[in-house]
C-alpha cells in the first residue's frame, strides 16, 4: 500500500511527530510505501529521509495517489482529502485539548482511531463521530529503540524530568527540590530548556526515576525506570502494576494528572518507589505495547478502509456539503480563538477552488477565509 501520513509540522521531537516517524519507518520495513506530508519540516524529516521514507511540504509534489489517506490534525487531512479526491483515509487523534486535533467529519474518512480512552471520549461526546466508526489503537514505543535497562538500585540516586514543557520557572523547580530532599540528583530534558534529546533512548538507562507523562512515560516505562506522571498539567501517581492498565488506557495523559504539583505530592509518589515493582511493570509494558502489534491493528484497519470505499465508491455531493460545512466550522473556530496567520489555512483554501465541484459548491466559504490571510 502507498500510504500518505500527515501531520502539521515534522520538526522537533514531540508526540505525533514521534508517533509518525516510528510508524512510517515501520510500515516501510514491512513493503509498504509511505510517504509524509507537513508544511513544516526539521530535523524529523531529515531523519526519515536519512531511513528513505519520501517527506514532502506540498501536495503537488507527490504525482501518484496514494492508495489511503492516514490523516493526523485536521487542516493538513482535509488539505490531503481534497488534493486526492479518489482516495479514502483515516483519521488519528492525539490529544484531548490541541484544536489542531479536532476530528473533521467528511465522508471518505471512514474510520477514526484514538491513542488512548481520553481520546475516543473527544471523538464521540464532542466530536460527534459515530462509536462503530470509531477505534481505539493504544500509543506504542519501539521496543527496538528503547532496549531495556539493568535492575533498578534499591533506592533511587538519579531523576529525570522528561518534558518539552518543563522549564527553569515552572513545575520542574517543585520536582527538583522534592527529588534533592529524596537525596537524588535531577536533570531535565527537553524543548522548555533548550536541552533537546533527540535520542532519548541513549539517556534513559542513566536515571532511575522519570517524571514524564503520555509518550516520554511510556518510552520511559518500556526502558526500565520507575516513572510518576507530571507534567505542567498537574501530578499523578507512581505508575505501579496495580495501576498500569488503567493508567495505560489513559495514554499515561492528561486524565492521569489530577493533582496539583506540590512537594508533599510529589515526595510521597518518590516515596512509593519499588524496584520489584517497576520491573514488573516494564515487563507487562514490553510484553503488550511494543509497535509491531499496533502497527498489525492499523494495517488491518488500513485495508477494512479500502475494501469497504472499493465497495461503497464516493459521493461528491455529499463531500461537497461537508467541505463547506468544515469550512464554516473552521471560520467560525478561527473567530473564536483569535487564530493568527496559518500559512496551511491558506493553502487548504486554494487547494478547495482547484476541485472540481467542491470549488463550485464551496467557493464563497473559501474567499472569506482566504480574505482574513491576504487582505
Not at 489542531?100 to 481520553?118: G, M, N
Not at 529525570?160 to 531535565?188: K, P, Q, T, W
Not at 495514554?251 to 506540590?262: A, C, D, K, M, V
Request: with cysteine; glycine share 6%; net charge positive.
Amino acid at each position: 500500500m502507498r500510504i500518505l501520513i500527515t501531520n502539521n509540522r515534522l520538526a522537533q521531537p514531540s508526540g505525533s511527530e514521534l508517533y509518525v516517524r516510528d510508524l512510517a519507518v515501520a510500515l516501510l520495513r514491512r513493503g509498504h510505501s509511505p510517504v509524509v506530508y507537513s508544511p513544516h519540516l526539521g530535523d524529523l524529516a531529515r531523519e526519515l529521509r536519512q531511513a528513505t521514507v519520501p517527506v514532502i511540504d506540498r501536495l503537488e509534489a507527490l504525482k501518484a495517489a496514494p492508495d489511503l489517506i492516514h490523516g493526523q490534525h485536521h487542516v493538513e487531512a482535509m488539505m490531503a482529502l481534497l488534493h486526492f479526491p479518489q482516495t479514502p483515509a483515516v483519521f488519528v487523534c492525539h490529544g484531548w485539548l490541541p484544536w489542531a486535533e479536532t476530528p473533521p467529519r467528511f465522508p471518505r474518512i471512514l474510520r477514526y482511531v484514538a491513542v488512548d480512552h481520553t481520546c475516543r471520549d473527544r471523538l464521540v461526546c464532542e466530536g460527534g463521530i459515530p462509536e462503530d466508526r470509531v477505534r481505539v489503537i493504544l500509543n506504542f514505543v519501539d521496543l527496538g529503540r528503547f532496549r531495556a535497562r539493568g535492575p533498578l538500585p534499591a533506592r533511587p540516586q538519579r531523576a529525570l524530568v522528561f518534558s518539552n514543557n518543563a522549564r527553569e520557572d515552572n513545575y520542574y523547580r517543585v520536582i527538583e527540590s522534592a527529588c534533592r530532599r529524596a537525596g537524588m540528583a535531577v536533570d531535565v530534558v527537553g524543548m522548555g530548556v533548550n536541552n533537546v534529546s533527540q535520542q532519548p533512548e541513549r539517556i534513559l538507562a542513566q536515571y532511575d526515576v522519570v517524571f514524564a507523562k503520555a509518550r516520554c512515560a511510556l518510552e520511559a516505562l518500556a526502558t526500565g525506570n520507575a516513572v510518576v506522571l507530571c507534567d505542567q498539567a498537574g501530578a499523578g501517581p507512581m505508575v505501579t502494576t496495580g495501576e498500569l492498565a488503567r493508567l495505560r488506557r489513559l495514554n499515561f495523559g492528561i486524565r492521569t494528572l489530577q493533582e496539583p504539583i506540590r512537594p508533599e505530592i510529589i515526595a510521597r509518589e518518590i516515596n512509593r518507589y519499588d524496584p520489584a515493582d517497576a520491573a514488573e511493570v516494564t515487563r507487562q509494558v514490553r510484553a503488550t505495547a511494543g509497535i509491531e502489534a499496533a502497527v498489525d491493528e492499523l494495517i488491518a484497519l488500513y485495508q477494512n478502509v479500502l475494501t469497504e470505499y472499493r465497495e461503497a465508491g464516493g459521493d461528491r455531493e455529499s463531500e461537497g456539503r461537508a467541505a463547506a460545512a468544515y469550512l464554516d466550522w473552521l471560520r467560525d473556530s478561527l473567530d473564536r480563538e483569535g487564530a493568527i496567520y496559518n500559512p496551511a489555512l491558506v493553502r487548504l483554501g486554494r487547494r478547495l477552488l482547484r476541485v472540481p465541484l467542491l470549488g463550485r459548491l464551496i467557493r464563497t466559504g473559501v474567499k472569506s477565509i482566504s480574505s482574513r490571510f491576504n487582505p
